[in-house]
């Protein structure tokens, strides 16, 4: 069955950066896109970019653009999203996202999602 | 790319059926049949409800549909149930090549 499992909770500095990783299991890795969505606390959700697997490719939110970096490791079927220059209102529960692919094409929905990491950023 | 209008709140009875908007623009809702709505229960991840407009995955109850016109979607619950109490999200692609979220709508059952 597909599977993202996200890293642990996070406590950062402002101006610090953070890490999070996103381990997919039960399919093709390099076969379908990986969105990264951010939710702040009581708010609502936020697109911040994807990156396809495969190539590497991103396209990032243009508010996140400067500040945020979307990797892979396809040895391991992770992803990464690193956010830079924390600040509070950085404060949220970051998700992975699967973004569904069939026969090669690729379409804008999210059918699975990690159990989502929360990154607290205080002082 | 400004997010999505959802009304703040929507309730209905057990039973009713109720109706969540989502305005957008000519450029993402209005201009691309790739709308998507998600259903999050406090504390989990979403879970996609509807894709495409008015496609419903496996598993998802035929209580659920969506259409769209023009540059605003709905989604509507028919049959309410105790367990869909839940916020509820539509999402779209946009003429950027990036995908914007609604503002969320929390649904309440009276």
């Known amino acids: 069955q597909v599977q993202l499992v996200q890293s642990g909770a996070e406590v950062k500095e402002p101006g610090a950066s953070v890490k999070v990783s996103c381990k997919a299991s039960g399919y093709t890795f390099t076969g379908y896109y990986i969105h990264w969505v951010r939710q702040a606390p009581g708010q609502g959700l936020e697109w911040m970019g994807r990156?396809?697997?495969?190539?590497?490719?991103?396209n990032y939110a243009q508010k996140f653009r400067g500040r945020v970096t979307m990797t892979r490791d396809t040895s391991i079927n992770t992803a990464y999203m690193e956010l830079s220059r924390l600040r509070s209102d950085d404060t949220a529960v970051f998700y992975c996202?699967?973004?569904?692919?069939?026969?090669?094409?690729?379409?804008?929905?999210?059918?699975?999602w990690g159990q989502g990491t929360l990154v607290t950023v205080s002082s | 790319q400004s997010a999505l209008t959802q009304p703040a709140s929507v309730s209905g009875s057990p039973g009713q059926s109720i109706t969540i908007s989502c305005t957008g623009t000519s450029s993402d809702v209005g201009g691309y049949n790739y709308v998507s709505w998600y259903q999050q229960h406090p504390g989990k991840a979403p879970k996609l409800m509807i894709y495409?407009?008015?496609n419903r995955p496996s598993g998802v109850s035929n209580r659920f549909s969506g259409s769209k016109s023009g540059n605003t979607a709905s989604l509507t619950i028919s049959g309410l149930q105790a367990e869909d109490e839940a916020d509820y999200y539509c999402s779209s692609y946009t003429s950027s090549v990036t995908m914007v979220f609604g503002g969320g709508t929390k649904l309440t059952v009276l």
């Open positions: 495409d407009v008015s």
């Open positions: 996202a699967r973004g569904y692919c069939s026969g090669g094409t690729c379409r804008p929905f999210f059918d699975y």
């Open positions: 990156i396809d697997p495969n190539s590497g490719g991103t």
